[in-house]
């Protein structure tokens, strides 16, 4: 930074965080569906002659595009098509309460605060309350045209031709994208194996192995069948999605030797990736393979060896294991091949209890009883109802131009898991700058009629284009098309430009003040909250990874749930090094303890793995021992506001594969706050 800004102008971190772009493949289906879905509703309301409804069918349209997130398809159906009926709901709430002043301000304000509260349920639950309060601000905003019932259809029906869009290659992509999220989550775990040994490496590829096992998961469990059996497809690339865990446990023994492993190894896991990509398996491999999933089929992994596809031709390039972790992952390198290598899967041994979530009764329950008991749902459901009843009486004492946007900033600023309040209040602001000057550009030099349709046609696709590299890109895409729409609805053209501005400043001023500043667990980092709850799992996963009885699926589910927290717990923590000097800082020094639990918890898959293939059990003192060194750690990480020095004395047999953990635990214990 230094060579581009002189001295005492660097910008700060936590600034050049928040500007950052993120990094993110274009999908160019989203794109083109973005394009059609929003410039064809406007073609139809020209041809037939009313512009007003080819725009709120777009902005209908537009609701849909930013919901338009899932690779499945069935998560499709889902995440466009819920949002829209609580949109549709939202836009009738507020044309029924247009133009009736105080009870308005106090339909909002309950609309807001029911909203806040639906968005702490989940993904879709999120887009959906944020879609019901953005529809009724615009509907008790605007005069729309037509019978209350009109905007509604209109606006719903923009929607589901995203949907429509979106689900027209079903019949020819079915499983297409199931396949992919399996293949890539291969695929990451092959760069794993090829970082072992690197410090440096490892961490990022274990950190992206996470990610891609946690997507693949919901991918593939979150609207599955109730039984296993009604879908093959599914089960299938269950029991591969489980075969690569094996795998995924044995990489920390491996990169605890500090040793790289033979080429050959992640090549093969690369090697099947391409095969549950493209569904190829059958064959004559297939065929024994077939031959031997019924009665008297081999149980053991080095019998799997025998009945790998031929076409793998993995037999022949693994290297012959010569040491205990090395035959580890060669034993699950090959149980993941002869998985991907049978066409059939017999779903009663298929554990789906990995990642998945809860049943949908019992989801819907949990879900409720969350929404009323939850102290964080009440929380956020008043800090937006509060933001939103003074937006709306302060533009009800004073007269705002296009007023309606005051509110619609809020919504789009205050939601909790959309990141930091304060960094996008930020970017909000800089990016309704940046899509001021693209409007202003569209707004002055294109007249309006059928151009419109080719400059949305221009608009829309970088919606879906930039909203993955930040908030402030997908404000500086929407502003231009959401005000080229109003256009055409109010026919102000250029005079929107600077009241645009004023609300959206006067939006980010009250989130920032009545939703952030006087909240104060809204600017007090969670990292060692969350932590200290890891650590604590992780004293569990202890006890389970060596107790007298232990159950295989139940340590991988437990092991995913330790590391799904612990991805997000990073996220946490990525997004409070965005928060400005002191939060940012405090948020900072949790890091190296972040670190550290990771490490504590590959050193124990990686003892439980050096067991399983030969060395010798440790005790059940040495056990209790590291477990009670590390829930004193969760409690004094639950106590402390900062992190302070512990001395522990953690000894044991020499040449005890629990030694490194030891080692980890000790070390965990020796972090100190940075200065």
Known sequence: MSREFPIGLTPPDWLVRNLQPHRAPLNRSAMARAALAMSLPLAIGLAAGQPAYGALASMGALSGVISDTADAYRMRVLNIAVPQLFGALGVTLGVAVYGHGWYAVAALTAIAL?????????????????????NSVIGAGLPLPGAWWVTPALMTGGGLLVLALALLAWPLRAGVPERAAVATAYRTVADLLAACGDPDRYVTARYAVTQSLNRSYDTILSHRARHPGRSPEL??????????????????????????LPPEIPEAVRHLAGIIETGRTGGAGGNAARRRTGPGAPKDLDQDREYLDPDLNLTSRLPVPTTETARAMDHAVRHAAGVAARPDVDPRGVDDRIGRPAAPGTRTARAARNLVLSTGSWHYGLRLAVCIGIAQALVSLIAVPRSYWVALTITFVLKPDFGSVFSRALLRALGTVVGLVVAAAVLAEVPPGWWDVPVMLLLAPLIPALTPRGYGYQTATITPVILLLSDILNHKGTA????????????????????????PESWHTRVGDRLADAVADTAAYVEAAFGPETDPAGRARMRRRLYRDLSTIRTEFQRALTEPPPTGRRAAAWWPLVVAVERIVDATTAARVRVRHGSPAPSSAEIGQVTLQLRELAEGVRRAEHLTAVRTDLTGPSGSVLEPLRQEVAAARAITTPH
């Open 114 to 134: 029911v909203s806040g509260m639906i968005s702490t349920i989940g993904a879709v639950a999120s887009v959906s309350g944020l879609t019901l309060l953005l």
């Open 235 to 260: 089960t299938r690339l269950l029991a591969q999605l489980n075969a690569i865990t094996p795998v995924v446990e044995a990489a920390p023994a491996v990169h605890l030797t500090g040793r790289p």
């Open 496 to 519: 929107l430009l600077l009241p645009r501005l004023l609300d959206s400043l006067m939006g980010c001023a009250i989130a920032l003040i009545a939703g952030y500043l006087l909240w």
